[in-house]
C-alpha cells in the first residue's frame, strides 16, 4: 500500500524556519517526482514545489529563495525546508506522489502538515 | 503563469443529477489537466488525468474532456459520497496552477 506521513509542522514566529519531511512506502521512491501542495485555512490548493527523481527543483514563485525541496532516495523521504516564514505561509502542508513518474499529476497525497505562522 | 478558472464556484444538486464544472486555461495546457476531489478536512484524490484517463478505481459516471484551453468534469449521476470540492489542475508549464474549486453540495 501506498502511503506517505508527513511531519515537522507547528507553531512558528514570523521569519522562523521549519523543516517538513514526508516519509514514503510502499512504491519506488527514487522513480518517482515528488511534490508539495498546500492549502492556506478555508482556501483552495497552492502548488508549492517539486522534486523530480533526479533531484532536479522548482518552485512558486511565493516561496522561491525561501523554500528548499530535497529528497533522500536512501530513506525514501522528501523534505521542504522552510525559510524566512510568513503569516500567509500558515497552511497545510500536503506531500503527494507522482502518479505516473513525472505526470505532473498525483496520485497519493499525504494527510497533511499544519505550518502556522504566528507571533 | 497559467490561470485556470473554474466555474461554477458551488453548485447544489440531487442525487442522480448530471453535474458539469468547467475549466478555462488562460493558454493551452493540451492534454495536461488533472482534476481531483477533496472532501472537508482530507487530502484531495486524483480523479483523472490527462484531462480524460480515469484514475483506477473511480466510479465511472466520473468524465473529463476538453483540450487547450477548454476542460469539462462531468458526474453522470450525483452521489452522496460525492460531495466536496473538485479542482482543476495544469502540469504544462511550471507553476503547476490549480482553479480556485468548485464546491459541490447534495439538495
Known amino acids: 500500500e501506498v502511503q506517505m506521513l508527513e511531519s515537522g509542522g507547528g507553531l512558528v514566529q514570523p521569519g522562523g524556519s521549519l523543516r517538513l519531511s514526508c516519509a514514503a512506502s510502499g512504491f519506488t521512491f527514487s522513480s518517482y517526482a515528488m511534490t508539495w501542495v498546500r492549502q492556506a485555512p478555508g482556501k483552495g490548493l497552492e502548488w508549492v514545489s517539486l522534486i523530480s527523481h533526479t533531484g532536479v527543483t522548482y518552485y512558486a514563485d511565493s516561496v522561491e529563495g525561501r523554500f528548499t525541496i530535497s529528497r533522500d532516495n536512501s530513506k525514501n523521504t522528501v523534505y521542504l525546508q522552510m525559510n524566512s516564514l510568513r503569516a500567509g505561509d500558515t497552511a497545510i502542508y500536503y506531500c503527494?506522489?507522482?502518479?505516473?513518474?513525472?505526470?505532473?499529476?498525483?496520485?497519493?497525497w499525504g494527510q497533511g502538515t499544519l505550518v502556522t505562522v504566528s507571533s | 503563469d497559467i490561470q485556470m478558472t473554474q466555474s461554477p464556484s458551488s453548485v447544489s444538486a440531487s442525487v442522480g443529477d448530471r453535474v458539469t464544472i468547467t475549466c478555462r486555461a488562460s493558454q493551452g495546457v493540451d492534454s495536461w489537466l488533472a482534476w481531483y476531489h477533496q472532501k472537508p478536512g482530507k487530502a484531495p484524490t486524483l480523479l483523472i488525468s490527462?484531462?480524460?484517463s480515469l484514475q483506477s478505481g473511480v466510479p465511472p459516471r466520473f468524465s473529463g474532456s476538453g483540450s487547450g484551453t477548454d476542460f469539462t468534469l462531468t458526474i453522470s449521476s450525483l452521489q452522496s459520497e460525492d460531495f466536496g470540492t473538485y479542482y482543476c489542475?495544469?502540469?504544462?508549464?511550471?507553476?503547476?496552477?490549480f482553479g480556485q474549486g468548485t464546491k459541490v453540495e447534495i439538495k
Open positions: 489542475q495544469q502540469a504544462k508549464s511550471f507553476p503547476w496552477t
Open positions: 503527494a506522489k507522482d502518479a505516473r513518474g513525472s505526470s505532473g499529476c498525483y496520485d497519493n
Open positions: 490527462g484531462a480524460s
